[in-house]
């Protein structure tokens, strides 16, 4: 019956855009139906209910528009942050170099905000040259504290991007996670963040991980043997969810592997209000007032249209407890793409493997980086 009734209402919202003369919120039955809502004054659709992005007829020329509303949303929920997420030309600087499995890594530690400085690895390709210039990807680890970016250079090896893709011809970057790794030398993860709410109380930790990846790549893009403009992504779990919501803020990420990292939020509500208490305090305000998530995770993909971005999702993923919802998110945002005339650049690799990538599921994920970063070139 609430369905029916939900419906009932959205269908009221438009006839009441075309015809709002014609309700009259005073007749007995009408108000029952409309409630407080006021003809020629339009209220929020605040629902879960609806996945729809676009209707029929929108054009592509409507969704920049579209996008930035969504955008906004989005950004909002992650707090008021002190700068842009916009590119800028940060400072780093390099801190060793160390030989490791036949590649070359160099450590860096770059600037992010004030006194926030992260540590980062890159590794070369095996045949460097100095002298020519290399596509670079992201390798983005997954919640493991004090490992953070060793995660994706060779620790599990099941999630060794940066390591297998240097050795595909790539440079490839590894950062800590605001919170991971070099952060967390002789203190925890609980104080980091504890210490960053006292300096930043309406910020997030979602927003200062989003700026910090912003921030690695304005550091690639000062680097002489990296082709600046087009950059790739992969990581799992943590690490996949985080490229997603970077690839929305950060132009420059041309194709993205979100691996195990989407978990719409309806479906996903004990992890805002548990963890996602810490990562975006606003966003779990709002669930415990209303129940309605600021945003879904459907309208995050679509906003990394027409970016190409590969799906990696196991059916049996024992942290996330609708599998389907996931390959709805999926299919509702490549709407969007198709919209914009690039179906092709969104897809979904369903397995069976769990929390993780192994060797053919990786295989897949390359392929498609190698595809589509041409795309940038």
Not at 86 to 93: A, D, G, L, T, Y
Not at 275 to 280: K, M
Not at 294 to 313: D, G, K, N, S, W
Not at 342 to 365: K, W
Request: with cysteine; aromatic share 10%; charged share 20%.
């Amino acid at each position: 019956m609430r369905t029916f009734v939900t419906l009932l209402l959205v269908l009221s919202f438009q006839l009441h855009g075309k015809a709002q003369d014609s309700v009259q919120v005073s007749t007995p039955g009408m108000k029952e139906l409309y409630g407080d809502v006021v003809p020629g004054r339009s209220v929020q659709f605040n629902s879960v209910l609806t996945s729809s992005l676009i209707l029929r007829d929108t054009k592509a020329e409507e969704w920049p528009e579209l996008r930035n509303r969504i955008y906004k949303r989005i950004t909002s929920a992650w707090g008021i942050a002190p700068v842009p997420y916009q590119p800028s030309v940060n400072k780093f600087e390099e801190t060793g170099r160390y030989v490791n499995l036949g590649l070359t890594h160099i450590r860096y530690r770059f600037h992010v905000l004030d006194d926030i400085w992260i540590e980062a690895v890159c590794v070369l390709p095996k045949d460097f040259k100095e002298a020519a210039q290399y596509q670079a990807i992201l390798a983005v680890h997954g919640t493991n504290g004090a490992v953070g970016k060793d995660g994706a250079l060779g620790k599990p090896k099941n999630r060794s991007y940066a390591i297998e893709l240097a050795q595909k011809g790539f440079v490839t970057f590894a950062a800590d996670l605001y919170g991971y790794g070099a952060s967390l030398k002789n203190t925890t993860q609980e104080q980091v963040y504890k210490s960053f709410y006292e300096k930043y109380p309406k910020w997030s930790i979602r927003g200062i991980q989003m700026l910090s990846l912003m921030r690695g790549v304005d550091m690639l893009e000062q680097l002489k043997f990296v082709k600046k403009g087009a950059y790739g992504s992969i990581g799992n779990s943590l690490g996949g969810g985080s490229i997603l919501y970077h690839t929305v803020v950060d132009n420059r990420i041309k194709t993205a592997i979100v691996s195990t990292g989407v978990s719409p939020l309806y479906t996903n509500i004990y992890r805002i209000m548990g963890r996602g208490r810490i990562d975006e305090p606003l966003r779990a305000e709002k669930v415990a007032k209303d129940g309605i998530p600021p945003y879904e995770t459907h309208e995050a993909i679509a906003l990394c249209a027409p970016r190409a971005v590969l799906f990696l999702e196991p059916f049996n993923d024992p942290y996330n407890p609708d599998n389907m919802a996931v390959y709805k998110a999926v299919y509702d945002a490549s709407a969007v793409y198709k919209l914009l005339g690039t179906p092709n650049r969104i897809s979904i690799l369903i397995h069976g493997d769990g929390h993780d990538t192994i060797d053919n599921v990786r295989d897949y994920a390359y392929k498609w980086l190698e595809r589509f970063l041409s795309i940038g070139k």
